[in-house]
Every structure is written in C-alpha cells, then in structure tokens.
C-alpha cells in the first residue's frame, strides 16, 4: 500500500493536529484489545505481517521521522527497534527480512504497548511545545504518519483475517451484529460521455505523491455497473465453469488455476450446507446479496469476460467517483463496535453508481505506474511509491477495513494481480 505523499496547504490549530493523532493511535490499540498475545506474534505469510509488528512499525515512523530529527534531546527507546521495525526504506537502515517478522518473539506485546506508549506521549509533547517555524516543518511529517497508520490499521484487519482463517478452530476476530438478509439492487449501466478529463490530486489537502500530478486524459465514452459484483453472480460464474475456462483468463491467472491456487474467492468453503466463508465476525454462509471479496486481479478480469464485459480504468472510476460523497461502509473510527467489518449489500443511490466507497476495493485495468510529470519525494520518505510502479495493479474506493475519512476518489491502491487477501472485489464497465 501506498506511503506517502502531498503536503497539505491548511493550517488547523494545535489542538485539532493533537485529537487527530490521538485519535489515530487509539484506534490502533483498540483493533488489537481483543487480541491475545499469541495472535499478536504469529506470522500467517510471507505476505502478512504480525499485529504486534504493525503496532511497532507506525511508531518507529513516528519515532525516526519526527520526534528523532525534530525534537531535541530524543532517545530513541531501543538501538535495535530501527532494524526490528523498519519495512521499506532503504535510506533509514538495514532491517529484518519481511518474511520472518513472526519469529520476533521479542519484544513482547506488553513491551510494544509500551514503546506505543512511549512515542505517543513525545509526539503529544512536540505538537503541543514546538515553535511555529519548527511546528511547520513538523506537520507534514506528522499528516504523513497519521494516514500511514491508518493504512496500517486496515493491515491489521487483513492479516489477522488470513491468520485466523488457516486456525482450524474459525476464531471470531470479534462477534458481529447479525443482519437480516440483504438484497442486492438489479443491476444497471450508467453512461459517461467521455472526452479529455483531468484526474489526480489537485493539491487541496491531503494527497499520497502518487496522486498527482493532476494531468488531462481521454476518455472514450463508457458505461459503469450500479454497483459492484456479488456473491450470488459469483457463484453463478463458478457453476458456469468460470475457474475451468481457459480463455476467459490472462496466461499467468490461468496458470494458477490449473496449480490449484484458485477455485472459488479466498477463505470460501463448499459444504453440505452451501458456501461459507471465513469473515472477520468469524465463519458464516456467504451472502448472496453481498459484494465478493477476496479475488485477485486475474479472478475479476477472467469474471469480467464471462460477463460480456470489462473492469474499468482507474480514470473511469475517479469521474464517476468524483460526483459522489465520499460515505460508504468504512471501518468507523468513533464507533468500532458499530463497524460491520465486512461488505454488506448495495444500497440504491438515484441517478449514480452506488457502493463506489468503502465494503470492498475494487480492481481496475490500471497498471500501477507514474502519473505524467510525477517526481518522487526526495530522501527515505521518497522511496516507497516510486519503486513500486512495476507489475502491480490499480484498486480504486476503500474498503469495510480502511478507516473512515481515509479514502477520496484520488486515493491509488496497488497490489500484485494474484494477491487475493486484500478486502479485493470488482464492478463491471463496458464501452459505450
């Protein structure tokens, strides 16, 4: 996931800049309240990462690129934290490989909590003291840390997700509120004319630097489906034959299939019953009505050409998304136990694309590469997005694990095609 970043122009008073980042940090420890020490520490893939980590990872940022450069006499609390804690940057020092972050036994989830604690109350001391020339140059960074573990907070959703699914006993990562049965809306296609459009961020607030710059391009006119794809025509592509079709997949998704990797989405299981799938709330029947998650870039192309039709350019997706409120099911910040922490069905929104935020990400035919006249940011906060414009792909809208009042319609995800535990599903487009 992306990490960093545009300035922000605005100047919000100290005590705003304090609650949001309180506010942030919280919510980090409530993810993890319920989480015993041992599910903390356990690494499910290469590809995941501990909570534990997590919770140390966004406080080293905070630790490295704030309070040690910007607040004088700062120690940091441990010579081995930055090897232990680190992920990408190259320019901040060598680190511990990704893979094996589970066997760091030590330091204990206890002793995190209290490097947690450690930091926060510094960075609340360094906003609350610094000067207005030091503060000024203290407030992007901080802006930059803030969105950096919110994303990390939607990490945390992930990984402990794929641990708990491979647990054979389905632990709940916390009970969810039963819903009633939901129905999806009918399916329909908005028309877009098209023509030369501007997209990216366009310097207002807070932007990743991969947003931008804001540049023109053309679109041909198109049509976007009402909502996303659901269970229920997911499992209509399996019965289809959709997993044994090779020519509805790319050569690489199909040789997938055929090694045994793909079958149906990630955490599904066949029973007598029907289908279920392991959630957040834990082990469930799936949800006809709901949005399928969990696909990988090849699974929702090779939906797509089953379905007559294809996934949408990132830049068709930011026009229509632009027109809607950024509002959707997110995970809410103020209120976690009222988050549903999973996708739920479509609501109908008169004369627009529903569901475009939040319940699930979703996959567009866009690379992931350097929008026109893009520079990365100079030093170690530089390195993150610029290096992983290669071979991954562009997912638009946020999820029912991105914390709310993170997403907008320019935010740029990435994974790799067949990367499938990211809360991933699709919506149809088609030319006009």
């Not at 001391?125 to 919110?150: D, T």
């Not at 207002?204 to 931008?212: A, K, Q, R, S, V």
């Not at 289908?275 to 797509?304: F, I, K, N, Q």
């Not at 906060?381 to 290096?387: I, T």
Request: net charge negative; hydrophobic share 40%; proline share 8%.
């Amino acid at each position: 996931m992306t990490i960093h970043h545009k300035m922000r122009d605005d100047c919000m008073p100290r005590s705003v800049w304090l609650d949001r980042f309180q506010k942030v940090r919280a919510l980090s420890e409530d993810l993890a309240r319920d989480l015993h020490p041992e599910d903390q520490t356990v690494q499910s893939m290469p590809d995941a990462s501990p909570t534990k980590w997590h919770l140390a990872h966004v406080s080293w940022f905070f630790e490295t690129f704030v309070l040690v450069p910007h607040c004088p006499g700062y120690e940091v609390a441990h010579p081995q934290f930055a090897y232990l804690f680190n992920s990408y940057y190259e320019a901040a020092g060598a680190r511990h490989a990704r893979f094996a972050r589970g066997l760091i036994t030590r330091p204990t989830v206890e002793e995190v909590a209290a490097y947690r604690a450690r930091v926060t109350d510094a960075m609340g001391e360094l906003i609350a003291s610094a000067g207005e020339a030091a503060f000024a140059a203290i407030a992007p960074l901080l802006e930059i840390g803030i969105n950096h573990e919110q994303q990390h907070q939607e990490l945390i959703l992930m990984d402990i997700l794929n641990l708990f699914a491979a647990n054979p006993l389905h632990p709940a990562y916390r009970p969810c509120a039963s819903l009633p049965a939901g129905t999806a809306p009918e399916l329909a296609f908005f028309d877009y004319p098209g023509g030369i459009v501007e997209i990216g961020h366009a310097g207002t607030g807070f932007g990743y630097d991969n947003e931008g710059p804001r540049h023109q391009v053309l679109l041909r006119p198109f049509r976007l489906a009402s909502r996303a794809v659901t269970n229920g025509e997911w499992i209509a592509f399996m019965e289809d034959g959709g997993y044994g079709r090779p020519d509805l997949w790319l050569s690489d998704g199909w040789a997938r299939v055929k090694a045994g990797e793909y079958a149906a989405p990630l955490y599904w299981e066949k029973t007598d019953a029907g289908w279920e799938a392991m959630t957040l709330c834990g082990r469930h029947p799936v949800d006809p009505a709901a949005p399928v998650v969990h696909v990988s870039y090849y699974e929702a192309d090779a939906y797509a050409r089953w379905a007559g039709r294809r996934l949408p350019t990132e830049a068709e997706w930011e026009v229509a998304a632009r027109e809607m409120p950024v509002s959707g099911n997110f995970l809410e910040a103020a209120a976690l136990k009222a988050s549903a922490l999973r996708p739920l069905p479509a609501e109908p929104v008169p004369g627009h694309p529903a569901q475009l935020y939040g319940d699930v990400w979703e996959w567009t035919q866009s690379p992931y590469v350097a929008y026109p006249g893009y520079r990365p940011a100079a030093g170690a906060l530089g390195e993150y997005n610029g290096k992983f414009m290669s071979s991954q792909m562009v997912l638009r809208g946020g999820c029912c694990a991105t914390p709310d009042g993170h997403a907008r319609a320019t935010y740029r995800n990435f994974f790799y095609p067949h990367q499938r535990w990211p809360f991933a599903g699709l919506r149809l487009a088609e030319d006009a």
